[in-house]
């Protein structure tokens, strides 16, 4: 065979080889890069059965307090009904010593008068 014809075959094979380590290369290199998504996943997996157990957990505590905060409030109704006058039995006392006191002032009145009238 003649140099140009080997030269060619050989440059050929080199190609062909070139070729062959490339895709070996590159078929090794998505083996790694599947392997790492597969474990970025896995992560993300975990990360996110942490992150609803948290939310479990915050949801539980709310609602928590929430019931505590109700009850507390249903306390204090409770105690302002006891313990604290309506404004119409404030009103109903404010009309009763306000008519004892004019009853008084007219009693006052009439001894007042009464003592007028003895002088002499």
């Known amino acids: 065979m003649e140099t140009d014809t080997l030269i060619a075959i050989a440059s050929l094979a080199v190609v ?57 409030m249903s306390d204090f109704r409770e105690h302002v009904a006891r313990n604290y006058a309506s404004t119409e039995v404030m009103n109903r006392m404010e009309s009763r010593i306000v008519d004892a006191l004019n009853r008084l002032g007219d009693r006052l009145d009439t001894f007042a008068h009464r003592g007028e009238d003895k002088r002499p």
Do not use: H, Q, W, Y
């Open 16 to 72: 062909v080889v070139g070729m062959g380590i490339t895709g070996v290369v590159f078929i090794v290199r998505a083996a790694d890069k599947s392997a790492e998504n597969r474990a970025d996943i896995e992560d993300i997996r975990i990360k996110k059965a942490e992150i609803r157990a948290t939310i479990k957990e915050l949801a539980a505590k709310d609602e928590t307090e929430r019931a505590k905060i109700r009850e507390e």
